[in-house]
């Protein structure tokens, strides 16, 4: 059974930058990909970032590109997204997902499992 859990949400103002960090137990993941989603209140749930299991390959919704970066630790089990020049927009509870396969998806029910979530604030 896999956990993820994420960590690093808070209050901030717009123009600032957090980063969020997942981690995974249970089992290794260094083949799988991972994803971060968001959902803001009275909003369906939304992909965020994505990255492969090598590590290699990344995607992004086209709202948060150039702004926010995905990695990955696969030593420490780790998957990081870096949120650089907040928005009131992206004010949402973040989720970290995994997949058992190595490919990225942008779609939530391409995912095997998911995290608690984080909750990110920005004000304006």
């Known amino acids: 059974q896999v956990q993820l859990v994420e960590s690093g949400g808070g209050l901030v103002q717009a123009g600032d930058s957090l980063r969020l960090s997942c981690t995974a137990s249970?089992?290794?993941?260094?083949?799988?990909?991972m994803g971060w989603f968001r959902q803001a209140p009275g909003k369906e749930r939304e992909f965020v970032a994505a990255?492969?299991?090598?590590?290699?390959?990344?995607r992004y919704a086209d709202s948060v590109k150039g702004r926010f970066t995905i990695s990955r630790d696969n030593a420490k089990n780790t998957v990081l997204l870096q949120m650089n020049g907040l928005k009131p927009e992206d004010t949402a509870v973040y989720y970290c997902?995994?997949?058992?396969?190595?490919?990225?998806?942008?779609?939530?029910?391409?995912?095997?499992?998911w995290g608690q979530g984080t909750q990110v604030t920005v004000s304006s």
């Open positions: 990255i492969s299991g090598g590590g290699t390959i990344t």
């Open positions: 249970g089992r290794t993941f260094g083949n799988e990909a």
């Open positions: 997902a995994g997949r058992q396969l190595w490919t990225v998806s942008i779609y939530g029910n391409g995912y095997d499992y």
